[in-house]
């Protein structure tokens, strides 16, 4: 059981995370070792986590906080979860790396297989980047063709060729998202706005016979969370058909975790190649992609596209990961999540209401995200609609009260197996008191 400070109106001092935070600025640029880590978007500064168990992190000030963002996904089960910490001791005890096969590989492999129907056979990784890098490379190989289409708000890792932002218009080629990206290397990467139709028909016929694949998140969760419309997903599915142009699934956050098959076996939608990671490797580094056998064949040492990794199948990343998804493979798993999801939208709307607060609730399974803004969000400019410096009195409000939410209005928020009614019910008491202050 948390300590009762968790309920107090505020969490205790800060002080040895602040310290922490001094340090880390002088030997780590801005700190952190990912971005929003460092609260730029929210304000203030961050804390630093010094454990975590179930659906709790605590801090190095002796904090206890409601954790909504489970590892930015993996921890599925919440944290410190005894059979992925069994199995990471077990493996560790008889080494940490081979760079050598090892038979957690092949079974990693089967359960993916088993649970994912688009996939045939998978390639393990290091990261998500690393696989959707691949498969995007792996789309080109195939198809013998260069472009890929992306969609404005969904985040691929950060590869040089999938870190873009829209151009001026649907079509034109996108532009580096980022500073040290070369114009040159987006050039084949065409960027639409996400959920319409009209702009990808269109990119299409601006680029005959010249797009390799489309590449996207199913349910984007990199700018907040919002939802493909109905038959938007289907309407890919076609299109890509009819152009021989393949249809790449990064299920990086949703997959295993919208369902036991994905966001693919949720919305019915079978994709020709998927990206995965977080989940699968049970809180450690992984990434993996994977599809239909003649796509997948063309990789060395079979075909002409190379990829390769060092720690690529890492044992106590095959151990945490196949320990993460047999428990996830037991009947009722994924309904305990819905209902957990089901019952924190429904409390945080009702607070919305009679806060008389505009806020979006967008969510589906255990993934969620709340927007600011009087308007639906069905993509990135509805997204940016939302009152951001809102969000952030409401973050730090939360945090106040023990409830640690993702640190940027653009996040998705995640629900584990740990998260039971009383944590559900504490956040939405949080939420209430927040919002009738705002």
């Known amino acids: 059981m948390p300590s009762k400070r968790l309920y107090r109106l505020a969490v205790l001092s800060r002080a040895k995370s602040e310290q922490l935070f001094e340090q880390a600025l002088r030997w780590i640029p801005g700190g952190v070792n990912s971005p929003v880590r460092a609260f730029r978007a929210v304000g203030g500064k961050p804390f630093f986590a010094e454990s975590a168990k179930g659906a709790y992190v605590h801090d190095v000030d002796g904090n206890a906080y409601i954790d909504y963002v489970c590892t930015w996904g993996p921890a599925i089960h919440g944290h ?18 081979f760079g050598i096969p090892n038979a957690a590989e092949v079974e990693m492999a089967r359960l993916v297989r088993t649970a994912v129907s688009s996939v045939h056979k998978v390639r393990m990784c290091n990261s998500g980047t690393e696989a959707t890098m691949s498969a995007t490379r792996l789309a080109r190989g195939f198809t013998k063709r260069d472009k890929i289409i992306k969609f404005d708000g969904c985040y691929h890792g950060h590869a040089d060729s999938l870190l873009v932002k829209a151009g001026s218009g649907a079509l034109t080629f996108g532009t580096p998202d980022s500073a040290g990206v070369p114009a040159a290397f987006t050039q084949h990467t065409v960027v639409v706005p996400f959920n319409d139709e009209e702009a990808v028909k269109a990119a299409f016929a601006a680029n005959k016979n010249q797009i390799a694949g489309i590449i996207l998140e199913p349910v984007p969760g990199n700018a907040g969370l919002y939802l493909p419309r109905p038959g938007f997903l289907e309407f890919l599915r ?18 295993f975790r919208l369902a036991w098959g994905g ?143 993702a640190p940027s209005q653009f996040e998705a928020g995640f629900i584990s197996l740990a998260h039971g009614d009383g944590e559900i019910d504490r956040t939405v008491a949080a939420a209430s008191e927040v919002l009738r202050s705002l």
């Open 80 to 97: 410190a979860f005894a059979p992925i910490i069994d199995a990471v001791k077990r493996t560790a005890d008889k080494g940490t790396s």
């Open 238 to 255: 076609k299109i890509c058909d009819e152009h021989e142009s393949l249809l790449i699934f990064d299920e990086v956050m949703t997959g």
């Open 263 to 405: 966001a693919q076996q949720r919305y019915a939608i079978n994709p020709d190649l998927t990206c995965f990671g977080k989940i699968i490797g049970g809180g450690l580094p992984v990434g993996a992609f994977g599809g239909r056998v003649e796509i997948m064949d063309l990789l060395a040492p079979l075909g002409p596209v190379y990829q390769a990794g060092t720690l690529s199948g890492n044992p106590l990343a095959m151990a945490a990961g196949i320990a993460a998804l047999t428990e996830l493979s037991k009947p009722g798993t994924y309904e305990k999540l819905e209902e957990r999801g089901a019952a924190l939208e429904l409390g945080m709307k009702k607070a919305a209401a009679k806060a008389k607060q505009a806020v979006q609730f967008n969510r589906v399974g255990s993934m969620f995200c709340a927007y600011f803004t009087t308007q639906p969000v069905w993509n990135l400019a509805d997204a940016m609609t939302s009152d951001r410096e809102k969000f952030a009195k409401f973050f730090q409000e939360m945090l106040n009260r023990g409830v640690y939410l």
